[in-house]
């Protein structure tokens, strides 16, 4: 039988995974990172009627993958979870396997967590993670990268 994934335990193990995650600039980078993507979630959710308990739980877990390798963490995250019995939902699974910029969502709650995940990127302490970090060309790329696709998710606010 498979166990329900709430808020509470989401947090926990977003929480615990960190421990395994060797790079350390990747870890500080999470340690910002996913709380500002439920904050942004629940900005962007407001007024909507959209499941954001989803919202919560994915912004919580839905890089947890990293512990295992950066290329698929997303499907490296359900793995994770899906192994340690927890029940996953479509909303859930689109929310988490979407959220980078090479795929489509097909849920209203994967639109809106994608956008949230790359907006975020947008927050103070997120720039300032990276000002601190770029070290070299490819880290700039890949920020650039991340930040040009981030305006194209507005259009799905008008959904």
């Known amino acids: 039988m498979k166990t329900q994934l709430t808020i509470e335990k989401a947090e926990e193990i977003f929480k615990s995974s960190l421990k395994n995650i060797k790079d350390a600039k990747l870890r500080e ?65 689109d929310c988490i396997l979407n959220h980078g910029v090479k795929s489509t969502p097909k849920t209203k709650e994967g639109k809106i967590f994608q956008m949230a995940d790359k907006l975020s990127l947008f927050d103070k302490e997120i720039l300032s993670f990276f000002i601190r970090n770029i070290s070299n060309k490819e880290d700039f790329d890949y920020f650039k990268h991340l930040a040009s696709n981030a305006t194209k998710f507005l259009e799905y606010l008008d959904e």
């Not at 979630?41 to 295992?68: F, M, P, Q, R, T």
């Not at 390798?69 to 340690?84: C, I, M, T």
């Open 29 to 93: 980078f999470l340690k910002i990172h996913v709380p500002l993507v439920k904050n942004t979630c629940l900005i962007l959710s407001e007024n909507k009627c959209l499941d954001k308990e989803i919202l919560i739980i994915a912004s919580w877990i839905h890089d947890i993958g990293y512990i295992v390798g950066e290329e698929k963490h997303a499907e490296e995250s359900l793995d994770l979870l899906e192994k340690n019995g927890f029940e996953i939902d479509d909303k859930l699974k």
